[in-house]
């Protein structure tokens, strides 16, 4: 499945945006899905995950109670929802997907997801 990231922008503190992460070919019922992000000069870090079957999110205790992961009924789209948002959020967003099930665990560990999306900026002014 190839993966599309969209809805990037810039946006003033305590704003919200909804990124968008596509999947063609396949649906993401095979998968589990996650968001990391990328900040100038920093790691790739984990933000939230979604299974597979939807029924499980992980999150990144940063973004706890301010983000929402979730897919659409035709398990087409992952969305990432950001509320209430924060200078330090200022990063490329990136969608990656992992065979279902195979982040049950390690959910956080980048090196699990095997295919990525090219990444969405989100610029966050204070």
């Known amino acids: 499945v190839q993966l599309q990231a969209s809805g990037g922008g810039l946006v003033q503190a305590g704003g919200c945006l909804r990124l968008s992460c596509a999947a063609s070919g396949r649906t993401f019922s095979s998968y589990d899905v996650a968001w990391f992000r990328q900040a100038p000069g920093k790691e790739r870090e984990f933000v939230a995950r979604?299974?597979?079957?939807?029924?499980?999110?992980n999150y990144a205790d940063s973004v706890k109670g301010r983000f929402t992961i979730s897919k659409d009924s035709a398990q087409r789209t992952v969305y990432l929802q950001m509320n209430s948002l924060k200078p330090e959020d200022t990063a490329v967003y990136y969608c990656?997907?992992?065979?279902?099930?195979?982040?049950?665990?390690?959910?956080?560990?980048?090196?699990?997801?095997?295919?990525w999306g090219q990444g969405t900026l989100v610029t966050v002014s204070s």
């Open positions: 979604i299974s597979g079957s939807g029924g499980r999110t």
């Open positions: 990656g997907r992992t065979p279902r099930g195979n982040s049950d665990t390690y959910y956080y560990r980048r090196e699990l997801y095997d295919f």
